[in-house]
């Protein structure tokens, strides 16, 4: 079993839909949990990053910590075309050693 | 803002050639991770450089090695290429010792082709 699981998707919404993206993790020391969003051909781009449990905002997105349950979530509200790509969880316990998700592809259809 | 360079973006070579890939991090960055993203999968963790030396050590062959220089940069080499390293290899970059709030950034990937 992988430390961190996530679906892979494929996740098709139509445009303004809110999208909830999920992962969970089996090993409790990880303190630091990150959102990347990666374009095909293109390098993962940080999208959240958070540390410990709790929320944080930034624009349309939401990413959640659930360190009691070992979850985290990222939301997109008003989600729109360009929002398409595929979004990786990732998560660590020193800022190194970083443990992907599988991705999840997301497509937003006008 | 400057991000993370990397050359070449693609990069053909036979098997049993040699492939030298450059890394240069974002600015007053110490820290350089390389990682392996095969087709469809999620990245790989190779090996990371903190102020010059090797930091952490991860699921990389000992056909390749790699070097972070005085100005930051880092190249990883791979020898003896094997068709299965054909994949997109990723360096990121981060301040370290900031008490966590630097987070990895990503460059947009060498693409390696092994034939």
């Known amino acids: 079993q992988k430390e961190v699981e996530q679906d892979p998707g494929p996740l098709s919404v139509p445009e303004g839909a809110i999208v909830s993206l999920n992962c969970t993790y089996s090993?409790?020391?990880?303190?630091?949990f990150m959102w990347y969003r990666q374009y095909s051909r293109k390098g993962p781009e940080l999208l959240m990053y958070t540390y410990s449990s709790g929320n944080k905002e930034d624009g349309r997105f939401t990413a959640q910590v659930d360190k009691s349950s070992k979850y985290i979530s990222l939301f997109i509200r008003d989600s729109q075309p360009s929002d398409s790509a595929t979004y990786l969880c990732?998560?660590?316990?020193?800022?190194?050693?970083?443990?992907f998700g599988a991705g999840t592809r997301l497509t937003v259809k006008p | 803002a400057a991000g993370v360079i990397q050359s070449p973006r693609h990069l053909i070579k036979e098997k049993r050639e040699t492939a030298t890939l450059k890394c240069y991090p974002i600015?007053?960055?110490?820290?350089v991770y390389w990682y392996q993203q095969g087709p469809g999968q999620d990245p790989q963790f190779l090996i990371s450089f903190y102020e010059k030396m090797q930091s952490d050590k991860g699921s990389i062959p000992d056909r390749f090695s790699a070097q972070q220089f005085s100005d930051y940069h880092s190249e990883l080499n791979m020898s003896s290429l094997e068709l299965g390293d054909s994949a997109l290899y990723f360096c990121?970059?981060?301040?370290?010792?900031?008490?966590?709030?630097?987070?990895?950034?990503f460059g947009n990937g060498t693409r390696l082709t092994v034939t």
């Open positions: 600015p007053r960055h110490d820290t």
């Open positions: 990121a970059s981060s301040l370290a010792g900031t008490g966590g709030d630097s987070p990895l950034h």
């Open positions: 090993n409790s020391a990880f303190q630091y």
């Open positions: 990732a998560m660590s316990y020193n800022n190194n050693d970083m443990r």
